[in-house]
C-alpha cells in the first residue's frame, strides 16, 4: 500500500467528491468522500483502489498501488507527464494559461507556438520550448506533442478572420493529426450560437446561427476540429467563453463606464423585466482551459460562463464604491429611443453619449449562458466567480483614482 504524505489541496471544506487531487510529488489522485467512520462504504469505483484518511478534514490518501493507474470518473489524464502546445500564449488568455500551466502536476514539455523566431527569456521556465507556427502558411508540428492548446485567433481585423480563425485553424487541426496528437482544445466563443438578448437559457444544444464574420469564423473553426478529429480518431474539445473580463496593461479598462454610472447616480433601469449579464473573468477561462486539456472525462462542446443578474452585480459596485444602488427606472420605449439617438450621435458627431443601441442591449439582456455541462463533466468549480471579479475591478479602479 502506498501513502501520499501530503496535498496541496488539503483544507477543510476543499474536499468534494469525485474530485481530483494532485500530491506535492505530481501524481494523480482519484479522490472520492467516504461516510467519516465507515471505511467500508467508499464509491464502488474507488474501493478496491484507494480511500481518505478521515478526522474531520483529509489529510492523505491512500491507494493500492496496482489499482492506482485505474481510471475514475474525474481521473486526470494519467500519472506521466503530458506534452502540451499552446497557441498565443502571448496573448490577454493565453498568459494565463501559461501560468497555470508551469509547473502544473501532470504537465511536462510545454512548447509556444510563436509566428516568428522566438528565443528563451531569462524567466523562461525549462519546461518552455518554442516552435514556429504560423496560421496563414502550411503546418508542421513538432514531434511527440500529446496535447494542443488553440487559443489564437483574429478578433478585430475582420479582413483576416476567416483566413486565421476557419483556415488558420483547419491547417492546425490537420497537422496535429499528422503528428499523432491526441487531443486538440480549441477555444471559441458563445458567438457561434448567435443568441438574441432575449433567448433566454442557452446551452450546448442551442442552434449555431451566427450573426457577424467573427462568430461565423469561429463556427466554421469549430467544424474543422470536429470533423478532422473525428477523422483521425483525436480527441476533440472546444470551449466556448462568454464576455471575457479581466485587466490588462495598456488596454481598455473594462465595466468602467457602467461603474462611473453607478458611482455618479446616473444609472437607470429601463423596463420590468429582469436583466442578465454574461461575464466570466479570465483566470476562471484559463482553469477551465486547462482542466479541459488534462482531464480523461473532457469532451465535446463545453460554454464558459458565470452569469449574473444585473441588479446584483450593479449592487456589488454601488457597495465598493459607498453609494447608495440605483433604484430610477423609466419605461422600455424611453431607453431605446435614448439609444437611438445616441448612437446616431456618434455616427455623426463621433461624441459618445452615456447610451447607446449596444450598451441598451446588454442592459436589458435576459440571454443566459449555461456552463452546467463543464462543471459536471470536469466537477469543475470556478476559481474566482463573478462577485470576487466585479468587486475587485471596483477596488481597483477606486485605488487608481478612476471612480
Same mark, same amino acid.
Given at each position: 500500500?502506498?501513502?501520499?504524505?501530503?496535498?496541496?489541496?488539503?483544507?477543510?471544506?476543499?474536499?468534494?467528491?469525485?474530485?481530483? +487531487?494532485f500530491?506535492s510529488?505530481?501524481?494523480?489522485?482519484?479522490?472520492?468522500?467516504?461516510?467519516?467512520?465507515?471505511?467500508?462504504r467508499?464509491?464502488?469505483?474507488?474501493?478496491?483502489?484507494?480511500?481518505?484518511?478521515? $478526522?474531520?478534514?483529509?489529510?492523505?490518501?491512500?491507494?493500492? *498501488?496496482?489499482?492506482?493507474?485505474? #481510471?475514475?470518473?474525474? !481521473?486526470?489524464?494519467?500519472s506521466?507527464?503530458?506534452?502540451?502546445?499552446?497557441?498565443?500564449?502571448?496573448? @490577454?488568455?493565453?498568459?494565463?494559461?501559461?501560468? #497555470?500551466?508551469?509547473?502544473?502536476?501532470?504537465v511536462?514539455? +510545454?512548447?509556444?507556438?510563436?509566428?516568428?523566431? !522566438?528565443?528563451?527569456?531569462?524567466?523562461d $521556465?525549462?519546461?518552455?520550448?518554442?516552435?514556429?507556427?504560423? +496560421?496563414?502558411q502550411?503546418?508542421?508540428?513538432?514531434?511527440?506533442?500529446?496535447?494542443?492548446?488553440?487559443?489564437?485567433?483574429? &478578433?478585430?481585423?475582420?479582413?483576416?478572420?476567416?483566413?486565421?480563425?476557419?483556415?488558420?485553424?483547419?491547417?492546425?487541426?490537420?497537422? !496535429?493529426?499528422r503528428?499523432?496528437? #491526441?487531443? @486538440?482544445?480549441y477555444v471559441?466563443s458563445?458567438?457561434?450560437?448567435?443568441?438574441?438578448?432575449?433567448?433566454g437559457?442557452?446551452?450546448?444544444s442551442?442552434?449555431?446561427?451566427?450573426?457577424?464574420?467573427?462568430?461565423a469564423? &469561429? %463556427?466554421?473553426?469549430?467544424?474543422?476540429?470536429?470533423?478532422?478529429?473525428?477523422?483521425?480518431?483525436?480527441?476533440?474539445?472546444?470551449?466556448?467563453?462568454?464576455?471575457?473580463?479581466?485587466?490588462? *496593461?495598456?488596454?481598455?479598462? *473594462?465595466?468602467?463606464?457602467?461603474?462611473?454610472?453607478? #458611482?455618479?447616480?446616473?444609472?437607470?433601469?429601463?423596463?420590468?423585466? &429582469?436583466?442578465?449579464?454574461?461575464?466570466?473573468?479570465?483566470? %476562471?477561462?484559463a482553469?477551465?482551459?486547462? =482542466? =479541459?486539456?488534462?482531464?480523461?472525462?473532457?469532451?465535446? %462542446?463545453?460554454?464558459?460562463?458565470?452569469? =449574473?443578474?444585473?441588479?446584483? +452585480?450593479?449592487?456589488?459596485?454601488?457597495?465598493?464604491?459607498?453609494?447608495?444602488?440605483?433604484?430610477?427606472?423609466?419605461p422600455l420605449?424611453?431607453?431605446?429611443?435614448? =439609444?437611438?439617438?445616441? $448612437?446616431?450621435?456618434?455616427?455623426?458627431?463621433?461624441?459618445?453619449? *452615456?447610451?447607446?443601441?449596444?450598451?441598451?442591449?446588454?442592459?436589458?439582456?435576459?440571454?443566459?449562458?449555461?456552463?452546467?455541462?463543464?462543471? &459536471? %463533466?470536469?466537477? @469543475?468549480?470556478?476559481?474566482?466567480?463573478?462577485?470576487?471579479?466585479?468587486?475587485?475591478?471596483?477596488?481597483?479602479?477606486?485605488?487608481d483614482?478612476?471612480l
Amino acid at each position: 500500500m502506498g501513502r501520499v504524505a501530503s496535498l496541496d489541496a488539503a483544507w477543510p471544506g476543499a474536499i468534494r467528491h469525485g474530485v481530483d +487531487l494532485f500530491a506535492s510529488d505530481g501524481l494523480h489522485v482519484p479522490l472520492y468522500r467516504g461516510r467519516r467512520g465507515q471505511p467500508d462504504r467508499w464509491h464502488d469505483a474507488a474501493k478496491p483502489g484507494g480511500g481518505v484518511a478521515h $478526522s474531520g478534514r483529509c489529510l492523505c490518501v491512500w491507494w493500492v *498501488p496496482k489499482y492506482f493507474n485505474c #481510471r475514475a470518473p474525474y !481521473a486526470a489524464m494519467s500519472s506521466h507527464l503530458t506534452s502540451i502546445l499552446v497557441t498565443g500564449a502571448t496573448g @490577454f488568455l493565453g498568459r494565463h494559461v501559461l501560468r #497555470r500551466l508551469v509547473g502544473a502536476p501532470g504537465v511536462g514539455r +510545454l512548447v509556444l507556438a510563436t509566428r516568428g523566431r !522566438a528565443s528563451p527569456r531569462n524567466d523562461d $521556465s525549462e519546461q518552455l520550448e518554442y516552435a514556429t507556427v504560423d +496560421l496563414m502558411q502550411a503546418v508542421t508540428l513538432p514531434s511527440g506533442i500529446h496535447t494542443v492548446i488553440h487559443i489564437a485567433g483574429e &478578433k478585430r481585423d475582420e479582413s483576416r478572420m476567416d483566413a486565421v480563425n476557419h483556415q488558420g485553424t483547419r491547417r492546425l487541426v490537420e497537422a !496535429a493529426a499528422r503528428a499523432g496528437v #491526441r487531443r @486538440f482544445v480549441y477555444v471559441s466563443s458563445v458567438g457561434v450560437y448567435g443568441a438574441s438578448p432575449h433567448s433566454g437559457w442557452v446551452n450546448e444544444s442551442f442552434p449555431h446561427t451566427p450573426r457577424n464574420r467573427y462568430e461565423a469564423s &469561429k %463556427d466554421a473553426g469549430e467544424k474543422c476540429v470536429r470533423e478532422i478529429c473525428a477523422g483521425a480518431g483525436m480527441d476533440s474539445v472546444i470551449l466556448q467563453p462568454s464576455n471575457v473580463i479581466g485587466l490588462m *496593461p495598456n488596454q481598455p479598462r *473594462p465595466l468602467l463606464g457602467l461603474m462611473k454610472m453607478v #458611482r455618479s447616480g446616473y444609472f437607470t433601469w429601463f423596463g420590468a423585466a &429582469k436583466p442578465w449579464v454574461n461575464y466570466v473573468a479570465v483566470e %476562471d477561462v484559463a482553469a477551465a482551459l486547462v =482542466a =479541459a486539456a488534462v482531464h480523461t472525462s473532457a469532451g465535446h %462542446d463545453y460554454i464558459i460562463n458565470t452569469p =449574473a443578474q444585473l441588479s446584483r +452585480l450593479v449592487g456589488w459596485i454601488a457597495e465598493e464604491l459607498g453609494v447608495p444602488v440605483p433604484s430610477r427606472r423609466l419605461p422600455l420605449w424611453v431607453g431605446e429611443a435614448a =439609444a437611438t439617438l445616441g $448612437s446616431l450621435t456618434t455616427r455623426v458627431s463621433g461624441r459618445n453619449l *452615456p447610451i447607446n443601441r449596444e450598451r441598451f442591449l446588454e442592459l436589458t439582456n435576459t440571454t443566459q449562458y449555461d456552463s452546467s455541462h463543464l462543471m &459536471k %463533466d470536469l466537477a @469543475f468549480e470556478y476559481p474566482v466567480g463573478v462577485e470576487v471579479l466585479i468587486r475587485g475591478l471596483a477596488r481597483s479602479y477606486r485605488q487608481d483614482g478612476l471612480l
